[in-house]
């Protein structure tokens, strides 16, 4: 399935712009970013419920921007799954089919394999005021599955459920995926952790625009602007100005006040160096973190802790250096509290770095790395 430099545009305005996307068979792949960045709208012209201004949809070795709906094979999953109140979920299940008039004959065989497959076979008599909401988005999975569809669209389908609700139901998700094989999926997501953990691979847009596709493990790693190293990751990176200079094979930087000097690795990453020197550095909150005893005075800096925040297994602070705000992860015991001071440093082998006015990545992968890396 692909995008072939697909443009969308309403009222004059591009909401989607020359998107190039192919999507691998059997894929499970998720378009992740902010609020009104077109990724319903994506969804929908896959789906064939919009149509590009520009640019064609392909699935397979077959041209279907011209297609209607029924004619591609695709279910679409909605963010709100309207069931027939009146109807029992069995007959819920069993209205798409009728509606296109398949034969009878194993239907019922379908429902409940449907329905044993989403572990909704005791709910099938039940109307769906009795069910809970987790219960209902099950049903209206079934309603998308029943198709048996080679392409599986889903927008913002866990939206409305409980958190941990939500989690459960994400790893049922991708469960299923695995087990129907060859069916590729297409999930839309504003979360980047439900995009991260489902992904196979994992398309940031913002604004119409595509930014990067790739695995989490990559687009965590590797992320080619601040945007996404912004967008992927929690809490979000640290991004202050700082400065490089290279020379003689060795990499120098300077940022928040801290003066060090860059592993080789990332050395021999660097594409360019800017004139004048000036880079966005950023900083994982993961890799910001308390100075040691040991190391020369150069590689710490003092702050002030503002903000404890807890997350259940790590605490990360918000702490003042200078007229910087960072977010570091601190030790657990002794807990830090707000007032106190603190000494940071960070890992000199982990940092991004951006160029200042196109705000892309100025490192290059490192293909070593790729090659182990998890997915
Ligand atoms: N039918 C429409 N007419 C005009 N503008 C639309 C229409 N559908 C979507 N848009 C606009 O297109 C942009 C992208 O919308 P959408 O694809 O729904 O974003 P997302 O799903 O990422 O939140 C938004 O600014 C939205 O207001
Ligand atoms: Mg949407």
Redesign the pocket.
């Known amino acids: 399935m692909r995008f072939d430099h697909v443009w969308k545009l309403?009222?004059g305005n591009a909401?989607v712009s020359d998107l190039d996307l192919k999507i691998r068979e059997g894929e499970f792949l998720v378009l992740v970013?902010p609020?009104?960045?077109?990724?319903?709208?994506?969804l929908r012209m896959l789906a064939g419920l919009e149509r590009p201004s520009h640019g064609r949809i392909w699935m397979g070795d077959k041209d279907v921007t011209d297609l209607p709906t029924g004619q591609r094979d695709v279910s679409m999953v909605f963010q709100s799954y309207a069931l027939y109140p009146n109807m029992s979920v069995k007959k819920n299940l069993a209205f798409g089919p009728k509606v296109r008039k398949e034969p009878k004959k194993d239907l019922d065989r379908r429902i409940n394999e449907v329905a044993d497959l989403l572990g909704i076979r005791q709910l099938l008599n039940r109307s769906p005021s009795a069910l809970s909401g987790g219960q209902r988005q099950r049903v209206a999975l079934g309603r998308a599955l029943i198709r048996e569809p080679q392409v599986f669209l889903m927008d913002e389908p866990l939206s409305n459920l409980d958190a941990a609700l939500r989690v459960q139901m994400r790893a049922e998700l991708i469960r299923l995926h695995n087990r129907l094989e060859n069916t590729t999926t297409v999930y839309?997501t504003h979360d980047q952790v439900e995009a991260l953990t489902m992904g196979d691979r994992v398309a940031v847009l913002k604004d119409g625009v595509l930014l990067q596709v790739d695995s989490a493990n990559d687009l965590y790693e590797y992320p080619e602007s601040v945007f996404v190293g912004e967008f992927i990751g929690s809490p979000k990176m640290n991004v202050q100005p700082g400065s490089l200079n290279t020379s003689g094979g060795v990499a120098n930087i300077e940022c928040l006040g801290v003066r060090t000097t860059l592993s080789p690795e990332i050395t021999g990453r660097i594409e360019a160096t800017p004139s004048g020197g000036s880079v966005l550095v950023g900083i994982r909150p993961h890799d910001l973190h308390l100075a040691g005893e040991s190391g020369p005075e150069s590689e710490r800096v003092q702050g002030l802790i503002d903000i404890v925040e807890h997350t259940g297994t790590e605490v990360f602070a918000t702490i003042d250096v200078g007229d910087a705000k960072v977010i570091a992860r601190l030790p657990r015991t002794p807990l830090p509290v707000r007032g106190q001071k603190v000494e940071l440093a960070f890992n000199a082998d982990r940092v991004l770095l951006f160029d200042v006015e196109s705000r892309k990545s100025l490192l290059r992968r490192d293909s070593e790395r790729e090659k182990v890396s998890i997915r």
């Open positions: 309403f009222e909401v970013g609020s009104g960045c077109g990724k319903t709208t994506s839309v």
